[in-house]
C-alpha cells in the first residue's frame, strides 16, 4: 500500500513522544486538511509544540517524499496515524506515535496476542533461563512477544519465541536502516523473516541515548501485559512497566534473589501488585480471564521448543551483555564501519529564554515542574520552557512527572 506523502509529512515534522499528533487529531481529519490549514489553526491546534507548528508551517513535502521513496526501494513499510492499519492498541495511549515504520510481518502490529518482555541487558543466568522458557512458551500458545532487541532479556526473550516456531516483535530505538546494537545482525534479520521490527523514527536516526526510553512506551501500548524478568529500580525495564501501568496493562515479574540488585524492579512491582510469575501459565492464565480464547492453552502441553537455550542463543547470535565501555556500536550493514552513537552536543544557552534558561540550568538532577517552582518563575512559564525545552531535545520526560537534561 502506497504511503500518503503527506501523511508521512505531518509524522516526520511532529516531536516523537510527543502529544501532538493527539492535538493535530481533535482540530483535523486528514494531513490534507492540515496541510491546507492557515497558519493560526495550526498553531491553536498545537499550542506550545512550537518547534512543531514550525516544521508543520513550512509545508515542506520533500524531506517526506524521499522518505517514502528510500522507504519504498528497501522493503520498509509506512504506517501513519491516518491510516486505517494504525493499531488501536497505540491510538489509546498517550503520546502516541505519529508515523511508524515496519521491517516484516506487518500485520502483527495488529495483533491482539502479544506479551512485552522486558529486563536488564545483563540478565542473571537464572533470568535469562526462565525467560527464554516462559517466552518460548508463550509464543507456542499464540502469544505475540514484545520486546526491544537490546542486549540480554529483550535478545532472549525474541530467542525464546523463534526457538518454538512463533512470533516476536522488536521496537527499536534508531532508523530501519541500521541495526542496533551491531552484535544482533542475525537476531534481526531472523525477527525480520518471523517476525516484525518496528520504529517510530525514520531512516537514518541514529540509537540516541533518549529514544530508548521514548520506544519503552510503544512497547507497553502494543502488549496485553508486560512481563519484567530483572531490573533495578531506575532501569529501561522500569520505565516500560511505569508506561504499561498507566496504559491500564496487566503487569507480571520473575521472582528473583533478594541480593541480587537487578531483583529490585521485580520485586516493588510485586509488592505493588504485579503477578509473580514462575512459568508462561502465571500470564496466560490471567490474560485468558479477561480475553478468553486468546490463546490455545492445549499447546503448553506439546513439546517444548525445538531448540534449546545454549543452542538458540548461539543459532541467533545473542548478547548476554553490552560491549565494555558503555553503548554498543550500529551498523548500516555487516559492511560498512560502525560507528559510536553520541550524545547530542550540549545546547546554546544564548538561544533559550530567562525562563528556559533557568529552567534548563537547574536540572542538574531529575525535577519535578512542582520542584522547579522554586526558581521563582511563574508556573506557566516552567511549564511553557520544559515543553520547549524537551521540543528542542534539550530536556526529556521520565516517569513521575519528572525532567532531565536531554544531553
Not at 492557515?38 to 513550512?58: E, N
Not at 516462559?134 to 530467542?159: E, F, N, T
Not at 518496528?198 to 512497547?219: D, M, T
Not at 501488585?273 to 479477561?290: M, T
Amino acid at each position: 500500500m502506497e504511503p500518503n506523502v503527506k501523511s508521512v509529512w505531518v509524522g516526520l515534522c511532529l516531536s516523537p513522544a510527543s502529544r501532538s499528533i493527539s492535538c493535530l487529531a481533535k482540530a483535523f481529519s486528514t494531513p490534507e486538511e492540515i496541510f491546507d490549514a492557515d497558519d493560526g489553526s495550526i498553531a491553536d491546534a498545537l499550542g506550545s509544540h512550537r518547534g512543531d507548528i514550525r516544521r508543520l508551517l513550512r509545508r515542506d513535502l520533500s524531506e517526506a517524499e524521499k522518505t517514502v521513496a528510500y522507504c519504498a526501494s528497501h522493503g520498509i513499510s509506512i504506517v501513519t496515524w491516518f491510516d486505517e492499519d494504525y493499531p488501536a492498541s497505540l491510538r489509546a495511549i498517550d503520546k502516541p506515535p505519529a508515523i511508524l515504520f515496519l521491517l516484516g510481518d506487518r500485520s502483527l502490529l495488529a495483533s491482539r496476542k502479544t506479551v512485552g518482555v522486558v529486563g536488564t541487558r545483563t540478565p542473571s543466568d537464572y533470568a535469562a533461563r526462565m525467560t527464554f522458557e516462559i517466552s518460548s512458551d508463550l509464543a507456542r500458545v499464540g502469544a505475540v512477544v514484545v520486546s526491544g532487541m537490546a542486549y540480554g532479556i529483550d535478545g532472549v526473550s525474541a530467542a525464546g519465541a523463534l526457538s518454538s516456531g512463533g512470533k516476536t516483535v522488536a521496537v527499536v530505538g534508531c532508523g530501519l536502516d541500521l541495526t542496533y546494537p551491531a552484535r544482533h545482525g542475525k537476531l534481526r534479520r531472523e525477527i525480520e523473516r518471523n517476525g516484525l521490527v518496528v520504529s517510530e523514527y525514520p531512516p537514518g536516526a541514529q540509537p540516541e541515548r533518549f529514544h530508548f526510553p521514548e520506544r519503552n512506551r510503544i512497547i507497553s501500548g502494543l502488549s496485553l501485559g508486560v512481563f519484567v524478568a530483572e531490573g533495578t529500580l531506575q532501569s529501561g525495564a522500569m520505565i516500560t512497566a511505569d508506561y504499561a501501568e498507566k496504559q491500564g496493562k496487566h503487569l507480571f515479574a520473575l521472582p528473583g534473589r533478594l541480593d541480587n540488585p537487578f531483583a529490585e524492579g521485580p520485586v516493588k512491582l510485586m509488592r505493588d501488585g504485579a503477578r509473580p510469575v514462575a512459568c508462561a501459565d502465571d500470564i496466560l492464565a490471567k490474560l485468558e480471564n479477561e480475553y478468553p480464547g486468546t490463546f490455545d492453552l492445549s499447546l503448553l502441553l506439546s513439546d517444548r521448543s525445538v531448540l534449546d537455550y545454549e543452542e538458540a542463543i548461539r543459532r541467533y547470535g545473542v548478547g548476554l551483555s553490552p560491549q565494555k565501555g558503555g553503548y554498543a556500536k550500529a551498523v548500516s550493514s555487516p559492511e560498512t564501519q560502525s560507528t559510536e552513537p553520541e550524545s547530542a552536543p550540549a545546547p546554546d544557552l544564548s538561544d533559550f529564554s530567562p525562563a528556559e534558561k533557568a529552567v534548563y540550568l537547574a536540572l542538574e538532577s531529575p525535577l519535578t515542574a512542582d520542584e522547579l517552582s522554586s526558581l521563582g518563575v511563574d508556573p506557566p512559564a516552567i511549564l511553557a520552557a520544559l515543553t520547549t525545552l524537551e521540543i528542542r531535545g534539550a530536556v526529556r520526560s521520565l516517569p513521575g512527572g519528572r525532567y532531565e537534561r536531554g544531553n
